[in-house]
C-alpha cells in the first residue's frame, strides 16, 4: 500500500492477515481502535474464500480410495472454477496429526 489510510479514531489502517476457521484472510486493521477494512483487492479474495468454503460445505465426508499401492483423494468437481483443476501441481502439507492441507504450487 503506498497512501496510510486513516480510521475515523484517528489510528492509521495497516495491513493485517487474520484467520477466520480454517482460512486466513488479508484485511486492513486500524492500529489504534482494531477496525477492520477492506480494499477492493482484498473484498474479492475474502468473497472468493467464502464460496470455495460454501462449495466444501455441499459435500459429504468422503472416503480414501486405493489405487494400486496408492491411496486416491477426489477433489470436487465444482472447485474446477476456483483453480482446482487436472494439471495443477501441488504439495502437502501436515497440519496436524488428524489434517492434511493440499497446496496448490503457484503459478502453474
Ligand atoms: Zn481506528
Same mark, same amino acid.
Given at each position: 500500500?503506498? +497512501?496510510?489510510?486513516?480510521?475515523?479514531?484517528?489510528?492509521?489502517?495497516?495491513?493485517?492477515?487474520?484467520?477466520?476457521?480454517?482460512?486466513?484472510?488479508? *484485511?486492513?486493521?486500524?492500529? &489504534?481502535?482494531?477496525?477492520?477494512?477492506?480494499?477492493?483487492?482484498?473484498? +474479492? $479474495?475474502?468473497?472468493? @474464500?467464502?464460496? !470455495?468454503?460454501?462449495? @466444501?460445505?455441499? !459435500?459429504?465426508?468422503? !472416503? !480414501?480410495?486405493?489405487?494400486?499401492?496408492?491411496?486416491?483423494?477426489?477433489?470436487?468437481?465444482? @472447485?474446477? $472454477?476456483?483453480?482446482? *483443476?487436472?494439471? +495443477?501441481?501441488?504439495?502437502?502439507?501436515? +497440519?496436524?496429526?488428524?489434517? @492434511? *492441507?493440499?497446496?496448490? *504450487? &503457484?503459478?502453474?
Amino acid at each position: 500500500m503506498s +497512501k496510510l489510510l486513516k480510521c475515523d479514531c484517528g489510528g492509521v489502517f495497516k495491513e493485517s492477515t487474520k484467520s477466520e476457521g480454517e482460512f486466513q484472510y488479508d *484485511v486492513l486493521v486500524c492500529s &489504534k481502535c482494531g477496525e477492520e477494512m477492506f480494499t477492493r483487492e482484498q473484498t +474479492k $479474495k475474502y468473497v472468493r @474464500l467464502l464460496k !470455495i468454503q460454501e462449495e @466444501l460445505n455441499k !459435500i459429504e465426508s468422503m !472416503i !480414501i480410495k486405493k489405487s494400486g499401492n496408492s491411496r486416491n483423494v477426489t477433489i470436487p468437481s465444482s @472447485l474446477a $472454477k476456483y483453480g482446482f *483443476v487436472e494439471g +495443477k501441481k501441488f504439495i502437502w502439507k501436515v +497440519k496436524d496429526e488428524q489434517s @492434511l *492441507v493440499f497446496e496448490l *504450487v &503457484k503459478g502453474r
